[in-house]
């Protein structure tokens, strides 16, 4: 029986981060009962908020905290516009608000550890996406006319492989990176970060202007990065390993487009804030299907690619049969076609030295193919000459709230869906609601599909025990799916004047004193 390895991609959400962290908890249940040898987590690249989660989830599956408390405290207990308020002039939210969340779920009083038995031994490889304030520069260069061209990045990352010898404080460190992915530029101020310990990586991947301290200011990931579904297909190559890969991407946006009278037909001009709210799960709900759409053509050119080497072969072997060529003259034929193909070779690597160089990057390193077989070397060539060297046809399975359209297709939007995507900061009940969704949907999604990638593997029991959990969870009940700002309280109506009256002084200050 081969074991399944996971790769997640869990993309940025603000507050429906709830949903992602229900997701995610019921799949650790699933995870921890099915046994590391069956079923093991161990990468995941995140943005946004989804980077919060990414690190809870670590915990999780390496130090054996209880998966359904930890998220819970996190994205239902621990977060709400109440405790990340603040009278500062810096900005609307409270960024030291969330140092003290993280140092709240994350630090030694936190959820506890379980025993060392239930600690993953496998690492967890984890990389989160930044959006550098001050961004970098590298050269791109132009291959015939040996020119260059110099371009920007404002993306960044901060990478670690984490083991279960991290402890408490480790995940407090890294928690700082996790804060700055998600601190979204709508709440909460830059946060700065000292990279000097990473400085050789910016070097080595050509990247131009790393400051000489080492300090950068960033702002939300998901401004540049949303769904780094690419950069797990990256994380999960340098892992290397034969067992069977699944990607599993969480998407709290993915519900499909429906028929409105607002935005088609003969209908008047849409009014301004909805159409601002609106633009923003536009642009969060493109971005995934322009990477499923880009994954899908790099499966099919692979697959084309490794039909060249086969079908040329047949055609050499047809052809000297044919022609009824000697064994001297057949070996003759194919002597001069390996050393066609070894040269082309050479070009190609030569290429792309040249290119790595001028871009200054390192260059990687190939191992060499054989010398003496014609038919490798043909495989070689190709896949290295259309950028697919190295690339594996890649399965990907995606959870969302529209999992489950087939069954319910009048679908709505999350709790915490309104007021971009702030909507789940004003109720607890909103923040409830979604984790118990993002609960359901992968326990669907496990229902339907987990068991065809364990073939022979019964997963009756870790699904018995994921029901357990969710009942044990009593949210089952909270159904709040479709609020608006009209579904809230008059207290919290309140709060939100209120939140908006510090919203003009933190605007009115800026104006004053020259931050605009």
Same mark, same amino acid.
């Given at each position: 029986?081969?074991?399944?390895?996971?790769?997640?991609?869990?993309?940025?959400?603000?507050?429906?981060?709830?949903?992602?962290?229900?997701?995610?908890?019921?799949?650790?249940?699933?995870?921890?009962?099915?046994?590391?040898?069956?079923?093991?987590?161990?990468?995941?690249?995140?943005?946004?908020?989804?980077?919060?989660?990414?690190?809870?989830?670590?915990?999780?599956?390496?130090?054996?905290?209880?998966?359904?408390?930890?998220?819970? !405290?996190?994205?239902?207990?621990?977060?709400?516009?109440?405790?990340?308020?603040?009278?500062?002039?810096?900005?609307?939210?409270?960024?030291?608000?969330?140092?003290?969340?993280?140092?709240?779920?994350?630090?030694?009083?936190?959820?506890?550890?379980?025993?060392?038995?239930?600690?993953?031994?496998?690492?967890?490889?984890?990389?989160?996406?930044?959006?550098?304030?001050?961004?970098?520069?590298?050269? #791109?260069?132009?291959?015939?006319?040996?020119?260059?061209?110099?371009?920007?990045?404002?993306?960044?990352?901060?990478?670690?492989?984490?083991?279960?010898?991290?402890?408490?404080?480790?995940?407090?460190?890294?928690?700082? !990176?996790?804060?700055?992915?998600?601190?979204?530029?709508?709440?909460?101020?830059?946060?700065?970060?000292?990279?000097?310990?990473?400085?050789?990586?910016?070097?080595?991947?050509?990247?131009?202007? =790393?400051?000489?301290?080492?300090?950068?200011?960033?702002?939300?990931?998901?401004?540049?990065?949303?769904?780094?579904?690419?950069?797990?297909?990256?994380?999960?190559?340098?892992?290397?390993?034969?067992?069977?890969?699944?990607? #599993?991407?969480? *998407?709290?946006?993915?519900?499909?487009?429906?028929?409105?009278?607002?935005?088609?037909?003969?209908?008047?001009?849409?009014?301004?804030?909805?159409?601002?709210?609106?633009?923003?799960?536009?642009?969060?709900?493109?971005?995934?299907?322009?990477?499923?759409?880009?994954?899908?053509?790099?499966?099919?050119?692979?697959?084309?690619?490794?039909?060249?080497?086969?079908?040329?072969?047949?055609?050499?072997?047809?052809?000297?049969?044919?022609?009824?060529?000697?064994?001297?003259?057949?070996?003759? @034929?194919?002597?001069?076609?390996?050393?066609?193909?070894?040269?082309?070779?050479?070009?190609?690597?030569?290429?792309?030295?040249?290119?790595?160089?001028? !871009?200054?990057?390192?260059?990687?390193?190939?191992?060499?193919?054989?010398?003496?077989?014609?038919?490798? #070397?043909?495989?070689?060539?190709?896949?290295?000459?259309?950028?697919?060297?190295?690339?594996?046809?890649?399965?990907?399975?995606?959870?969302?709230?529209?999992?489950?359209?087939?069954?319910?297709?009048?679908?709505?939007?999350?709790?915490?869906? =309104?007021? =971009?995507? &702030?909507?789940?900061? &004003?109720?607890?009940?909103?923040?409830?609601?979604?984790?118990?969704?993002?609960?359901?949907?992968?326990?669907?999604?496990?229902?339907?599909?987990?068991?065809?990638?364990?073939?022979?593997?019964?997963?009756?029991?870790?699904?018995?025990?994921?029901?357990?959990?969710?009942?044990?969870?009593?949210?089952?009940?909270?159904?709040?799916?479709?609020?608006?700002?009209?579904?809230?309280? =008059?207290?919290?109506?309140?709060?939100? @004047?209120?939140?908006?009256? *510090?919203?003009?002084?933190? @605007?009115?200050?800026?104006?004053?004193?020259?931050? @605009?």
């Amino acid at each position: 029986m081969s074991r399944l390895r996971l790769s997640l991609t869990i993309p940025g959400a603000i507050s429906l981060g709830a949903y992602e962290g229900g997701a995610l908890a019921a799949l650790i249940v699933a995870a921890k009962s099915l046994g590391e040898e069956t079923l093991v987590i161990d990468s995941i690249a995140a943005a946004s908020a989804g980077s919060i989660t990414a690190l809870l989830t670590a915990r999780a599956l390496l130090r054996g905290v209880d998966p359904v408390d930890l998220l819970a !405290a996190a994205w239902v207990d621990n977060v709400s516009f109440k405790a990340m308020r603040t009278s500062s002039t810096a900005s609307p939210l409270s960024s030291g608000a969330l140092s003290e969340m993280a140092t709240k779920v994350l630090g030694s009083g936190g959820t506890p550890e379980g025993p060392a038995s239930t600690w993953q031994q496998q690492p967890v490889w984890l990389s989160m996406a930044l959006a550098s304030l001050a961004g970098l520069t590298y050269d #791109l260069p132009e291959l015939t006319q040996h020119t260059t061209v110099s371009a920007s990045t404002f993306l960044d990352w901060y990478q670690v492989t984490l083991t279960n010898a991290v402890d408490s404080a480790g995940y407090l460190t890294h928690a700082q !990176a996790a804060i700055a992915s998600g601190s979204n530029a709508i709440g909460f101020p830059a946060k700065r970060l000292d990279r000097k310990a990473d400085a050789a990586q910016y070097r080595a991947a050509g990247l131009q202007g =790393f400051p000489d301290d080492g300090l950068f200011w960033y702002t939300d990931g998901g401004t540049v990065d949303n769904e780094p579904l690419g950069r797990t297909i990256d994380l999960a190559q340098q892992v290397g390993s034969d067992d069977d890969r699944l990607y #599993l991407l969480i *998407h709290p946006n993915a519900i499909p487009p429906t028929p409105s009278p607002t935005w088609a037909g003969s209908a008047p001009e849409p009014p301004w804030v909805r159409t601002a709210i609106h633009s923003v799960g536009i642009g969060r709900s493109q971005t995934i299907y322009e990477d499923l759409k880009r994954l899908e053509k790099t499966n099919s050119r692979l697959e084309w690619v490794d039909s060249v080497a086969p079908a040329v072969l047949a055609g050499i072997d047809s052809g000297i049969g044919d022609a009824g060529l000697s064994d001297a003259q057949a070996a003759l @034929v194919r002597d001069n076609l390996t050393a066609a193909l070894t040269g082309a070779i050479d070009k190609v690597r030569e290429s792309q030295v040249h290119v790595a160089t001028a !871009a200054k990057r390192t260059p990687a390193e190939h191992q060499p193919g054989p010398s003496d077989d014609w038919s490798a #070397l043909l495989d070689t060539l190709v896949h290295a000459a259309s950028g697919l060297e190295g690339r594996d046809s890649v399965k990907v399975e995606v959870v969302s709230p529209a999992v489950d359209e087939r069954i319910d297709p009048q679908t709505k939007p999350l709790a915490g869906s =309104f007021f =971009f995507h &702030f909507g789940g900061f &004003f109720d607890i009940k909103f923040r409830q609601s979604d984790f118990a969704h993002g609960y359901r949907d992968m326990r669907a999604w496990m229902t339907r599909d987990l068991g065809g990638y364990l073939a022979g593997v019964d997963i009756s029991a870790a699904l018995e025990e994921v029901d357990r959990r969710y009942v044990q969870l009593g949210w089952g009940d909270i159904d709040d799916d479709g609020a608006t700002l009209s579904s809230l309280s =008059f207290s919290e109506k309140l709060g939100l @004047v209120r939140l908006a009256f *510090h919203v003009g002084r933190v @605007v009115i200050h800026d104006v004053l004193h020259g931050g @605009v």
